[in-house]
């Protein structure tokens, strides 16, 4: 094949925002005021000009746009949508290793992935695009191994064309470590929180407890000023019961244990070793002091608890006893914001499915009860829609790491949600009003009825039954209309 000379000061794009690496690597806690920062490869510099006025060491190099500055060394390195601009394989290798050089704890690598490009002519192991730039597009796969064949190191998946390469184990252990830890807790601490600050909330709680149980109306006089607040009365006994919690201690340390076992299990899955005890925030020892005889017996628990995601039984046994979620003959449906209140072995799961793809853009997640399957689904308008559409979907298939995308966007016909309450924690903010409308719906027979998975099934049905959905409400249609 002919060489050719491909400009590629083409390639820079126009920010007006963080790009998607970065803004992962900030959210994870790798970038910010106590490190330091280097764009390899950065364009325009958009990422370093936002850093910076977010008070962010940060600097970048630009073989076209910034070559007057220097290429040193920091703490985070991105190299971002550089590597698939290159059209020699070696001069790829090169800057790959020159990046990872200069990065201290973490090097944030971005490609394009699986994106199909209308026209272009074949190049090297890419193609020249109508616009006269090379473009190498990747599969995950191939980029995760490349990665790890080019470095020796075996990348973390952080999203789709995004993989973070660690210096040290310390830096990989302290991701672990937060990404393990219960996220969605705080969204539901925070509903709660909000009631114990208010003063109604605070005496209802506090009567609570004094009874043992929630007050009749004779013995608390704030409910109906409550329930303009926070709404109707079944929310507020939630609420309160979350609060006062029957068991509300206990629940919080087994949470913390389960944390710690998927903290150790996720270390295995990634083959680093446990950091040394000594080095654990002392709540963390003082926790596993709490529930094992020994840090080494955390460990070993830890790896055993990683083989249970191997059992189909154990899976299906752990979905049986998730306190959340709809389950159907063969899978596990979970809203993200209840993510957190699954059995740890089924937070593992959901983790090494991400390995896989990284970070996707999801609101509902499903599990096959085998445990092979993992998917991450994105439906439109969660919360307004009654019956909310399909987007897209990326399945992952754990055996052999392997995932799937498909994108209903544009689909006539997609796959529709019903019983969302099923989905969510009940203190979830609209769990009532989707459970009233699931009843409603199931007096008319609606829900007994097959094929209504999909939206032009269930709206025939409705028009069949002469009703409507307006928001969350079902109405009669007049047949003079
Ligand atoms: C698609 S742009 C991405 C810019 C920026 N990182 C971003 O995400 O907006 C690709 C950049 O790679 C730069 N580049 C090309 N060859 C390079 C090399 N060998 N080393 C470093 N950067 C290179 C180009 O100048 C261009 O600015």
């Known amino acids: 094949m002919a060489t050719m000379t491909i400009p590629r000061h083409k390639t820079a794009i126009r920010r007006l925002a963080h790009s998607r690496p970065v803004s992962l690597a900030l959210n994870h806690g790798f970038v910010g005021p106590e490190a330091t920062f280097f764009d390899y490869g950065c364009g325009y510099g958009e990422d370093i000009d936002l850093l910076r006025s977010a008070g962010v060491h940060a600097d970048g190099w630009d073989p076209y746009y910034r070559s007057n500055s220097n290429v040193c060394p920091a703490d985070c390195v991105n190299l971002g949508y550089v590597l698939n601009v290159i059209d020699d394989v070696s001069e790829r290798d090169t800057t790959l290793r020159l990046a990872f050089g200069l990065a201290k704890h973490v090097l944030v690598v971005a490609v394009r992935v699986d994106q199909s490009l209308s026209g272009g002519i074949d190049y090297s192991d890419g193609v020249v695009t109508n616009s006269g730039s090379f473009q190498k597009i990747y599969t995950q796969a191939e980029f995760r191994d490349y990665i790890e064949v080019t470095l020796g190191r075996k990348p973390f998946m952080a999203g789709l064309g995004i993989a973070y390469v660690f210096k040290d184990e310390a830096a990989e252990s302290a991701l672990l470590a937060r990404v393990s830890r219960t996220r969605v807790r705080s969204e539901r601490i925070d509903w709660l929180s909000q009631l114990a600050s208010d003063p109604d909330g605070k005496a209802l709680i506090d009567t609570t407890r004094q009874l043992g149980r929630i007050p009749l109306d004779t013995e608390f006089e704030g409910y109906e000023r409550l329930a303009i607040r926070f709404g109707s009365r079944s929310r507020i006994e939630r609420l309160v019961l979350g609060a ?16 710690i076992l998927t903290y150790l299990a996720m270390l295995h899955l990634r083959g680093i070793r446990p950091p040394p005890v000594g080095s654990l ?47 159907l003959p063969t899978d596990l449906y979970v809203h993200s914001s209840s993510e957190d209140l699954l059995p740890a072995l089924l937070r593992v799961l959901i983790f090494a499915a991400r390995q896989v793809v990284g970070d996707v853009e999801y609101n509902i997640v499903k599990l096959s009860l085998d445990g092979r399957k993992v998917s991450f689904l994105q439906y439109q308008d969660f919360d307004q829609d009654a019956h909310p559409c399909l987007r897209h979907s990326v399945r992952v298939h754990l055996p052999t790491a392997s995932y799937m995308i498909r994108d209903y ?73």
């Open 409 to 481: 966007s544009a689909s006539e016909n997609p796959p529709i949600l019903h019983r969302k309450e099923t989905l969510v924690d009940p203190v979830y903010p609209l769990y009532e009003l989707f459970a009233t409308l699931s009843e409603q719906e199931e007096a008319l027979g609606l829900l007994s009825q097959s094929s209504i998975g999909f939206r032009q099934q269930w709206q025939q049905l409705l028009s069949e039954q002469n009703v409507e959905i307006i928001g969350h409400s079902i109405r009669n249609v007049s047949n003079d209309r």
């Open 281 to 327: 925030p002392s709540e963390v020892r003082a926790d596993i002091k709490l529930w094992w005889r020994s840090y080494t017996k955390a460990i070993d628990e830890g790896r055993e608890f990683l083989f249970q995601l191997g059992n189909p039984e154990q899976i299906r046994a752990a979905c049986g006893a998730a306190p959340i979620g709809k389950r």
């Open 244 to 259: 006062v919690g029957s068991g509300g201690l206990a629940e919080a340390q087994l949470q913390k244990r389960n944390d």
